[in-house]
């Protein structure tokens, strides 16, 4: 189809050959991928699996939730403000998995602490006010005064605001504990890991159970390692009867540096990497071939061995989505060829190439569109993606179907700090998942509550 539609294959090819040359580039440090594999058909049927349990499948499918869901999590991706502060980047804990390396200026607010009041006053300046605020690290309880303040500060200026706390969990203690929660932190979330020695590990929950009798809203958060699923499946059991609220699932990430331990494992990248190539500021930076598929089934044996906890599944994907959300949705209306995309949150238009362009224009004109742009450099036309499915049926004057297509794009800063549209990807509409016109995650999650 694209021989008889040179302009289609142009486009097209850009940005295959861009996604190529950034895969070229990561396997030249020496990583692997595992084979392509765009469909990704298992964990689409296990994502259906868990829906049919009573899964929540939010944010396009880059996120599932099953039973409680903390309100930070839903805050995240949300259409409302959430923010996560530091006291250092500094942590007693030396995971091979981290990406806190990745971040702006690591080395410098390891030696100097973060300058959190400030920030916390600059935030309380602007509007809306936060529906959450998050105290991560480092590790943030390595300067336990300053994590006590830290709630004290935030509850004082954001009072409606959900307050919580990421830890390792091994420096709490009870005295602690109340500081903190009489301090205004209404959630603590643990990090367990699946290395630790055992006495560690013990000590660990022996914490998360003494935070459960002190603390409101007490969840676990860990990556799930590929070949950790017997591991995670004690571990879940454990928490389920130590009446833990929650525990997200995140997707396993490779951080950039370390790649000999990821290696030794038998670990391998996914391919292709990302859906949309972005440079995405989230740190953990490239997931690892088959965690989602263990977070999946991990979430239906659950459901399957009738326990109580929540579950959440938080891919990479998810992370991207709250910084393309923050970018586009201010602009939603930026251009009424444009649609606001509401499960992965990019601006998105149809478009027609070369001999598709005059039979797919007159068949929407006659449908009752009346938006197009005219791009004759590139052969395209574009228009409104509610109008994909009537562009899809128009066959060319050839009898050849036409083939229409979608294009993703995110709003930077253009010239004096304007707002520009930067196409960052065309995909066949065949190939696409369909365009969401409405938040069907936010009628999820409140159906969810009203439950």
């Not at 190529?20 to 296990?46: C, H, I, M, S, W």
């Not at 929660?181 to 630790?196: N, T």
């Not at 540096?257 to 292709?272: I, T």
């Not at 009346?370 to 066959?395: G, I, K, N, Q, Y």
Request: net charge negative; charged share 25%.
């Amino acid at each position: 189809m694209t021989a008889a539609n040179p302009a289609l294959a142009a486009a097209l090819d850009l940005y295959a050959g861009i996604e190529a040359d950034y895969q070229r580039a990561l396997e030249d440090t020496g990583v692997a991928f595992a084979p392509r594999d765009d469909e990704r058909r298992e964990a689409r049927e296990l994502m259906a699996a868990v829906e049919q349990a009573g899964g929540r499948v939010r944010n396009g499918g880059a996120s599932v939730a099953s039973g409680f869901l903390s309100p930070g999590c839903v805050a995240c991706t949300g259409d409302c403000v959430s923010r996560s502060f530091a006291l250092t980047n500094n942590c007693h804990r030396d995971c091979y998995f981290c990406f806190n390396p990745n971040q702006e200026e690591f080395a410098y607010y390891c030696e100097h602490p973060f300058p959190w009041r400030r920030q916390l006053d600059d935030l309380a300046a602007e509007e809306p006010e936060p529906a959450a605020v998050a105290l991560t690290g480092g590790e943030p309880l390595l300067m336990p005064d300053e994590a006590v303040a830290f709630f004290a500060r935030a509850r004082e200026l954001f009072p409606r605001a959900h307050r919580r706390l990421y830890t390792s969990g091994d420096l709490l203690d009870r005295d602690l504990l109340e500081r903190l929660r009489d301090a205004g932190m209404d959630e603590i979330r643990f990090s367990v890991k699946q290395d630790d020695p055992e006495p560690l590990l013990e000590k660990v929950l022996a914490n998360l159970a003494l935070a459960r009798e002190l603390i409101d809203s007490v969840v676990v958060e860990m990556p799930v390692i590929p070949g950790t699923e017997d591991f995670m499946r004690r571990l879940l059991t454990r928490l389920d009867e130590m009446g833990v609220d929650g525990v997200n699932l995140l997707e396993f990430t490779y951080p950039l540096w370390n790649w000999p331990v990821y290696e030794a494992q038998g670990l391998m990248l996914r391919n292709p990497p990302f859906r949309v190539a972005f440079d995405y500021t989230y740190a953990g930076t490239l997931a690892v071939q088959g965690s989602e598929e263990a977070c999946l089934r991990l979430m239906l044996w659950a459901r399957e061995q009738g326990l109580r906890l929540g579950l959440h599944y938080c891919s990479l994907e998810n992370k991207h989505r709250a910084q393309v959300r923050n970018a586009n949705e201010p602009h939603r209306h930026i251009d009424a060829r444009y649609a606001f995309d509401y499960d992965d949150f990019f601006l998105k238009t149809g478009l027609a190439f070369g001999p598709d362009r005059e039979p797919v224009r007159a068949a929407l004109r006659a449908a009752g569109c009346r938006d197009f742009l005219e791009d004759d450099a590139a052969d395209c036309t574009s228009f409104h993606p509610r109008w994909l499915a009537a562009a899809a049926s128009v066959r060319r004057a050839s009898g050849e179907p036409a083939c229409p297509c979608v294009s993703y794009s995110i709003v930077a800063p253009g010239d004096g700090g304007a707002p520009r549209l930067r196409e960052l990807k065309v995909e066949r509409a065949c190939d696409a998942p369909p365009v969401a016109l409405r938040d069907r995650t936010a009628e999820g999650d409140a159906a969810a509550r009203a439950r």
